[in-house]
């Protein structure tokens, strides 16, 4: 193998040069700039985590499973997960390879790089090499994995029911055009690699096809045209990069590091939520996801639109956008990036809210009643001795069912508790939160975290999933446990505290979205009534479970609208024909209730009635 | 002139003439939903900040309507935004979104 031209270079490879410079300079410009926005402590873990060897070996990871491989769209739909690894793979594949084989043949072309890229072009086979042909081999096959890739995504624009989604994105024109050229890339590279043959050598691929053509066309007239579209296909896709979907390829890389480094979002347009929203590859996986597509006038609000809406500013029909969400988290979880599109809504509502004084003084009436407050004792207490502070949250007020049952279970187990809110007490402020008005919600925890730490309760026990998030993310009660009843209850169980009898009725068990996908509790609930009933699984569970649709987190969407996801949720739990739903959320439990053909029931409640 | 004794109190009558009504107007043309209260109280009597503070939403709506707004807004401020109100209202008041709005509406001076 050896070099073709003395100098290395045809005009051909200048369309790609200028666009590969383009995109060079504005992912700098951009990089600089987010990397600028972040709140100063935001930009020291930054920079402290690029030091770090460690995070460095899960950056490469995550770039490597996320970015090249794409296994979290694998694991939810195979054929979808092979379409985008096979164009991200193999495309990465063949840049490295056409490197290798640069560097192996012709090392002191390296310093060009195009050259690497259009390696076919400039070289001449003079001998055949185990290597050489191994190296071109590997280079064909890739080329027909990424065809292969290609392929798909041109058949996914006609039928996106066979890769399992509903409904698909519709493109904008900057999105359409780019689509249309990097399709056309790998076509026009092998048919510009085929013509070339002859001269540079081929492999199992491009070989048959020099010969193909070579029957009726004269392969060499068609070398230097085909080789011109090539280039100027990969330039006019760099730079259309930066106005369309295609910008997430360079940014999740970029967002995976920003990840890792443990940022949080922290204004909707700025820093870390650029490097979110430029990452969106809009493969409308949200779009199925979300409970308010039911309705086709809801289409709108998907997230996939928010963020495109957000890249352009436009802020009246964002803002619209995010306080209709319902914050039930499945369009974050489902998504193969990892856009953290609630969290950026949040911010957006915070950012939009009017300003509103609040006076919160009378937070000093609340106290603990008299048996309740102990002097906080700082002995490790020995086991089941604990002290176990229960807070019902004001959700729960509206069904005292709940605290009635936790109390005949925790009776029962003979543990020592009492009730923070019996008569009524502070709200947790995760309404406040999702309402994007953090300041506000401040007052409340300062205050209940007073009350906590007053009863000198070592055990914090929940049975509301709302109240439960927001005391594990935003309240700072070091040395206190927190729990929800699902896990306390599990606990008590499997320590022989309380002992079950199975009732053999078929139940289905409902992840409320903010104990589910909100907090990672899946496991707990099922044990538990899998040993009181026979324990079915609603059509979508675990992350893919559908919001009752009474969240607290959307401010504007309508009683009617909630009421048909509700409905829909219902349909989803009734799958299997259960006898009860179980769910583990007043909200739920209130939402369900009228709307439900079969009985809707607590958590605690079911425990209670099958408790020995 | 007889006095036949019914006038124990003085009369409470509003006087619609007697305040500006622009700002409950513009409150219902964002808040359609303002209009639909049948001030049954329930949301009231579910409201976490009952009996600690004079948080009460149906008040809030009868006072803006007669335009007490002071004393409306005094209310609004003390409320939590926790949204049991919401789940109990029979008339399907989005009353999260009306209590921002009506400080929203009510605060500019
Ligand atoms: S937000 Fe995530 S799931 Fe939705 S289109 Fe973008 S990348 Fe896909
Ligand atoms: S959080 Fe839920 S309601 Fe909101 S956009 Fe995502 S899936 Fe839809
Ligand atoms: S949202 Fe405000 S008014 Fe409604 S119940 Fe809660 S604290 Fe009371
Ligand atoms: S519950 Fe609804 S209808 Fe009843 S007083 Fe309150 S806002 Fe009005």
Not at chain 1, 208 to 226: A, D, Q, V
Not at chain 1, 310 to 321: G, H, K
Not at chain 2, 40 to 47: E, F, K, L, P
């Amino acid at each position: 193998m050896k070099d073709r031209f003395i100098s290395g270079y045809n005009d051909f490879v200048l369309p790609f040069v200028i666009g590969m410079s383009f995109i060079l300079i504005y992912l700098a410009i951009g990089i600089i700039r987010v990397i600028a926005q972040l709140p100063a402590q935001d930009r020291k873990k930054f920079f402290l985590s690029l030091i770090n060897p460690k995070l460095w070996i899960i950056n490469l990871k995550d770039i490597i499973c996320d970015v090249l491989l794409h296994t979290r769209i694998w694991k939810r739909k195979p054929l979808l997960g092979y379409m985008h690894s096979s164009i991200a793979f193999g495309w990465f594949m063949l840049i490295v390879l056409g490197h290798i084989e640069t560097w192996m043949f012709v090392p002191d072309r390296l310093s060009t790089f195009y050259y690497p890229v259009f390696f076919r072009f400039f070289v001449m086979e003079t001998d055949h090499t185990i290597g050489g042909s191994f190296f071109f081999f590997l280079m064909d096959f890739f080329l027909l994995i990424v065809l292969s890739g290609v392929f798909l995504a041109m058949f996914k624009r006609i039928r996106s029911r066979i890769f399992g989604m509903r409904r698909t994105t519709n493109n904008q024109l900057p999105d359409r055009i780019a689509m249309y050229c990097l399709w056309a890339i790998f076509p026009v590279r092998l048919l510009a690699e085929s013509f070339t043959a002859g001269i540079a050598g081929g492999s199992f691929l491009t070989r048959p096809m020099y010969w193909l053509f070579s029957n009726f066309l004269t392969n060499t007239y068609h070398i230097l045209p085909t080789w011109w579209a090539y280039s100027t296909l990969l330039g006019t896709f760099f730079v259309l990069l930066p106005f369309t979907r295609y910008m997430h390829i360079p940014t999740e890389a970029f967002l995976i590091v920003l990840r890792n480094a443990g940022i949080k979002v922290s204004h909707p347009r700025k820093g870390y939520s650029i490097a979110q929203i430029y990452s969106c590859s809009n493969c409308g996986m949200c779009i199925d996801a979300c409970p308010m597509m039911g309705q086709k006038k809801n289409l709108r609000y998907a997230t996939v639109y928010f963020n495109r809406l957000l890249r352009r500013r436009n802020w009246a029909r964002c803002e619209e956008s995010a306080d209709k969400c319902l914050m039930c988290g499945k369009c974050v979880a489902v998504c193969p990036v990892g856009v953290d599109s609630c969290n950026i809504k949040r911010s957006l509502r915070g950012l939009k809210a009017a300003p509103a004084p609040a006076d919160y003084g009378y937070f000093s009436t609340y106290s603990l009643s008299e048996s309740a407050t102990t002097s906080p004792s700082s002995a490790e207490p020995a086991a089941g001795q604990e002290k176990i502070l229960y807070y019902a949250g004001c959700m729960t007020q509206l069904t005292p069912v709940i605290s009635k049952a936790v109390g005949t279970v925790l009776d029962r187990a003979g543990v020592n508790w009492e009730f923070m809110d019996r008569d009524g007490g502070i709200c947790c402020g995760r309404p406040l939160i999702l309402a994007g008005r953090d300041e506000r919600a401040r007052e409340m925890i300062r205050s209940n975290t007073e009350l906590i730490r007053q009863s000198g309760a070592t055990v914090l026990l929940l049975s509301c999933p709302i109240c439960y998030k927001v005391f594990r993310e935003n309240y700072d009660l070091k040395g206190i446990r927190i729990v929800h009843y699902t896990e306390y209850f599990d606990e008590l169980v499997r320590l022989g505290r309380i002992t079950l009898r199975n009732s053999g009725e078929k139940l289905v068990y409902h992840d409320p979205c903010e104990l589910g996908r909100g907090c990672k509790v899946y496991k707990e609930p099922r044990r538990v009534l899998g040993a009181v009933g026979e324990l079915v699984e609603a059509e979508k569970h675990h992350d893919e479970s559908i919001c009752c649709g009474g969240s607290l987190g959307s401010l504007t969407l309508s009683y009617e609208d909630r009421k048909d996801i509700t409905m829909h949720s219902l349909d989803n739990l009734l799958y299997a024909s259960p006898e009860r739903i179980v769910t583990a959320c007043p909200l739920c439990l209130k939402t369900f209730s009228p709307y439900s053909p079969k009985k809707v029931s607590d958590f605690a409640e079911v425990v209670a009635q099958n408790m020995n | 002139m007889i006095d036949f004794g019914y006038g124990i109190s003085p009369s409470s009558a509003i006087n619609l003439d007697k305040f500006d009504r622009t700002r409950f107007e513009e409150l219902a043309r964002e808040e359609p939903d303002v209009l639909k209260c049948m001030a049954c109280g329930s949301c009231a009597a579910s409201c976490p900040t009952a009996g600690h503070s004079d948080m009460n939403l149906r008040k809030v709506i009868l006072l803006l309507g007669r335009g007490r707004e002071d004393e409306a807004l005094r209310m609004v401020s003390h409320c939590m935004l926790c949204g049991k109100c919401l789940i109990v209202c029979p008339r399907g008041i989005n009353t999260r979104h009306l209590i921002p709005s009506v400080t929203k509406i009510y605060q500019k001076k």
